[in-house]
C-alpha cells in the first residue's frame, strides 16, 4: 500500500526537529502501514504541487493520494543553471509590513529580483491567485478521479474559498509552533484526522 504525498512547509514537516519521522504523513503511515512517498518542500507553490503530480510522477502507482495546496501568490520558474531539477521557488509574505525586496525567497537570484519585486508590487493580484488556485485544485481532484485513485486534498491557505478535506492552518484544531507550521502535537492531531476520513470514507484503493 502506497501513499502519495505532496505539499508545502506544512507538509514537508516546517519547525519539526526531525520532519521525516514526526509529520503527519510519517505517522499515517505507521498508522496504517503504508508506504509514504512525501516529496513535500518548503516554499512550494501550488505550480510545483500540480507539476510534480501530473508531470514528475505516475499518480496510477499509488493506493492513495494527499495533497496540499498553498498560499495562492507563490509561483516557480525554470532555470536551466540551476540543478539538480532548475525549479527556483518564488514566494512572497503578504500583511508581513515588510518591504518586497526583503519577503522575496532568498534563493532567487539576485539578477531576478527587480523583476520579481515588480511583478508582486505591479502585476499580481488576489484574483488572479484565486483563478489559479481553482485551475489547481479542479486539476488535482480530477487527475486523481480519472485514474481512480483517492484523494484527500488539503490547504494551509486559512483564507481560500475552496471546500477542502483539511485545514491545516487551523490554529484551534492543529497546534502551532513558533512560525504558524503544526508543532508535533499538531501533526499527531492531523495524522488522526486523516485516519478517520480515510477509513470512514474507505479511501483506499483495492
Not at 75 to 102: A, F, M
Request: with cysteine; aromatic share 12%; glycine share 4%.
Amino acid at each position: 500500500m502506497k501513499i502519495y504525498v505532496d505539499g508545502c512547509s506544512y507538509t514537508y514537516g516546517g519547525e519539526l526537529k526531525d520532519p521525516e519521522k514526526t509529520r503527519y504523513s510519517t505517522l499515517l503511515g505507521n498508522k496504517i502501514g503504508a508506504e509514504v512517498y512525501n516529496i513535500a518542500r518548503c516554499s512550494s507553490s501550488n505550480a510545483r504541487i500540480v507539476r510534480n503530480l501530473l508531470v514528475e510522477n505516475d499518480i496510477t502507482k499509488y493506493d492513495l493520494a494527499i495533497i496540499q495546496l498553498t498560499f495562492p501568490e507563490r509561483l516557480e520558474y525554470y532555470d536551466p543553471q540551476r540543478p539538480p531539477d532548475n525549479w527556483t521557488n518564488v514566494t512572497i509574505q503578504t500583511g508581513t509590513g515588510l518591504n518586497y525586496q526583503e519577503t522575496l525567497k532568498k534563493d532567487v537570484k539576485p539578477i531576478n529580483k527587480q523583476f520579481w519585486t515588480q511583478y508582486y508590487k505591479e502585476i499580481y493580484q488576489e484574483q488572479y491567485g484565486r483563478a489559479y488556485e481553482q485551475i489547481a485544485y479542479t486539476t488535482i481532484k480530477n487527475h486523481c478521479k480519472i485514474n481512480n485513485v483517492p484523494l484527500a486534498l488539503l490547504t494551509s491557505d486559512d483564507s481560500t474559498p475552496l471546500e477542502y478535506t483539511l485545514q491545516l492552518n487551523n490554529g484551534k484544531r492543529y497546534a502551532k509552533a513558533k512560525y504558524r507550521h503544526p508543532n508535533e502535537l499538531g501533526h499527531m492531531r492531523i495524522a488522526l484526522d486523516l485516519m478517520f476520513i480515510i477509513k470512514t470514507a474507505k479511501m483506499f484503493k483495492n
